[in-house]
Structure formats: structure tokens, C-alpha cells
């Protein structure tokens, strides 16, 4: 089992920044490719950003790529996910997730571990 906590979310305004962070325990935080969806209410869940293993691969969705950041410090057994810039659009409820595979990070259904999710806000 992997147990994967948010935070870093909040209320700020259009152009603002924030960093949510991941912490991972359980099992090696090294062995997952990590992931960051969101869910806006009333739409349905979406691909952000994934990461390698070792962090030498990252993959954006078009609509955050020049804005967002994702990272990870396996040491610290967290993933972040940097975002400037932000808008509106981007209110969402931001989960990030373990995935075991190597590939289609994009999908939902290919992570094994979810977390509870942290609420990002952003007034225009």
C-alpha cells in the first residue's frame, strides 16, 4: 500500500502562484511514477501532469504546460506540482496518484494509489 497525502492547496487570485506537495509512505516512494489529476465541480476527473520514475520524464496536459511544474524528491518521497500564472479555469480539487506502470500516464485508470485531494481556488 502507498498512502499519498496533498496540501499546499488554497484561495488566491487569478496570476497567482501555488506548490502543492505529495507526501508518499508505505512502500518505495522510487518504484512510482507519479501523477497530478484535477476535478472541477461538476466535470469530469482530468490529466495534469505526470513524472517519471526518477524524475528525467515529465508530460503535461496542453492547457497547464508553460505554467505548471511538476518535480519530485525521492528522497523526501514527494511529488510537487509548482503552478504559475494560474486562472480561473484552473479551480479544481488536485489529487495525486502512484502509478506502478511505465506507461499512459495520462490515464486515470492506470494509477494504483489516489490521494484525498486538496482544493485549489482561483478568484478572477
Known amino acids: 500500500q502507498v498512502q499519498l497525502v496533498e496540501s499546499g492547496g488554497g484561495l488566491v487570485q487569478a496570476g497567482a502562484s501555488l506548490r502543492l506537495s505529495c507526501a508518499a509512505s508505505?512502500?518505495?516512494?522510487?518504484?512510482?511514477?507519479m501523477g497530478w489529476f484535477r476535478q472541477a465541480s461538476g466535470k469530469e476527473r482530468e490529466f495534469v501532469a505526470a513524472i517519471s520514475r526518477s524524475g528525467g520524464v515529465t508530460d503535461y496536459a496542453d492547457s497547464v504546460k508553460g505554467r505548471f511544474t511538476i518535480s519530485r524528491d525521492n528522497a523526501k518521497n514527494t511529488v510537487y506540482l509548482q503552478m504559475s500564472s494560474l486562472k480561473p479555469e484552473d479551480t479544481a480539487v488536485y489529487y495525486c496518484?502512484?502509478?506502478?506502470?511505465?506507461?499512459?500516464?495520462?490515464?486515470?485508470?492506470?494509477?494504483?494509489?489516489w490521494g484525498q485531494g486538496t482544493q485549489v481556488t482561483v478568484s478572477s
Open positions: 496518484a502512484a502509478s506502478i506502470r511505465t506507461a499512459a500516464w495520462r490515464r486515470g485508470d492506470m494509477y494504483d494509489y
Open positions: 508505505g512502500r518505495t516512494f522510487s518504484n512510482y511514477a
